[in-house]
């Protein structure tokens, strides 16, 4: 069964425009959110995380916006640029005694900005 | 170098064989861990190193699966008895330590024919 869903797998987006990727997960026990962007023949990159004590945390263009009750999150990029065309994937962890080493990835959402 | 590094980048083997994975990760990480991620899905964990041991490796999908970290930096992953449903990119991700972000590896690209 899939943990953490991204029922978009494709978006397209003028350059300038906002990018909204949604996010939803099913496990109440995960507290802790992370964004990973992928080009081609690439390992992820770490973009912006979250913790569950928050509800919305920015960095420069990016920002990642929690709604626990709906067990829903979601990543901004504004405004959108060329080099954000990737693959973007929504992850999220148990914050345990061993932090979050164990990432539950969803299935990533190809986002392209058009020039 | 500056980042984690897997070799290979490319391995084709016959259905059957097996097959060993490298990953050197940052220097001085001290987590170390292993993704599989098949097309079309997102990375899938595997197993989670601190040190030289491994501290989660329920992600292991049988016993054909097996990883090894013996002085807490190189690690590598094996595979016995290769399937065609192994076929898949391996990732690796090294940590400063847990609670820190992960950096990962351009991946190794396996593939079962």
């Known amino acids: 069964d899939q943990q953490v869903k991204q029922n978009s797998p494709s978006l397209s987006v003028q350059e300038g425009r906002i990018s909204i990727l949604n996010c939803d997960y099913t496990?109440?026990?995960?507290?802790?959110f992370l964004w990973y962007k992928k080009y081609p023949a690439e390992g992820p990159t770490f973009l912006i995380s979250?913790?569950?004590?928050?509800d919305k945390n920015e960095d420069g263009r990016f920002t990642v916006f929690l709604n626990k009750s709906a067990k829903h999150l979601s990543l901004h990029i504004v405004p959108s640029q060329p080099g954000d065309s990737a693959v973007y994937f929504c992850?999220?962890?148990?914050?345990?005694?061993?932090?979050?080493?164990?990432?539950?990835f969803g299935t990533g959402t190809r986002l392209t900005i058009i020039p | 170098g500056a980042g984690v590094s897997q070799t290979p980048s490319n391995k084709v083997t016959e259905k059957g064989k097996y097959v060993e994975l490298r990953c050197d990760p940052i220097?001085?990480?001290?987590?170390l861990y292993w993704y599989r991620q098949s097309l079309g899905q997102g990375p899938e964990f595997l197993i989670y190193?601190?040190?030289?041991?491994?501290?989660?490796d329920s992600g292991l999908p049988n016993d054909r699966f097996f990883a090894v970290r013996p002085e807490g930096s190189v690690s590598t992953l094996k595979i016995q008895r290769t399937e065609r449903g192994d076929s898949a990119v391996y990732l690796c991700?090294?940590?400063?330590?847990?609670?820190?972000?992960?950096?990962f590896g351009q991946g190794t690209r396996l593939t079962v024919v």
């Open positions: 991700a090294s940590s400063l330590a847990p609670n820190t972000e992960a950096f």
């Open positions: 496990n109440s026990m995960f507290d802790y």
């Open positions: 979250i913790s569950s004590i928050k």
């Open positions: 992850a999220a962890s148990e914050t345990g005694n061993f932090g979050n080493e164990k990432l539950t």
């Open positions: 220097s001085g990480h001290t987590a």
């Open positions: 190193f601190q040190g030289t041991g491994a501290a989660d």
